[in-house]
């Protein structure tokens, strides 16, 4: 969520420095990777008012594989060499 989180307390930040009001507003994004065994994972995403918002065009509340391994593989970069630094 962070990464959704980050651009809305940078506008609001730059807003505020500058004497105006702050406008940007965070949707409440969420992402719940729910390991369901053993090389199998449900990437549940969802905003405030608990509608989906997902980020594939596939159905993520299916275990999948592929998800098991965004979350085993991908993320832990993205998180660590991206997010961390300012990258993504």
Known sequence: A??????TVVQNLKS??????LT???N???SCPLVTGYGKLVLAEFDYDKNPDETFPINQA???WSMWLLKKYLLPV???RGMLKGRV
């Open 24 to 26: 940007a507003t965070y």
């Open 28 to 30: 409440g994004y969420t």
């Open 62 to 64: 299916q275990e999948r």
């Open 16 to 21: 505020l420095i500058a004497g105006k009001p």
């Open 2 to 7: 962070i990464r959704k989180q980050a651009p």
């Open 78 to 80: 993205l998180y660590w």
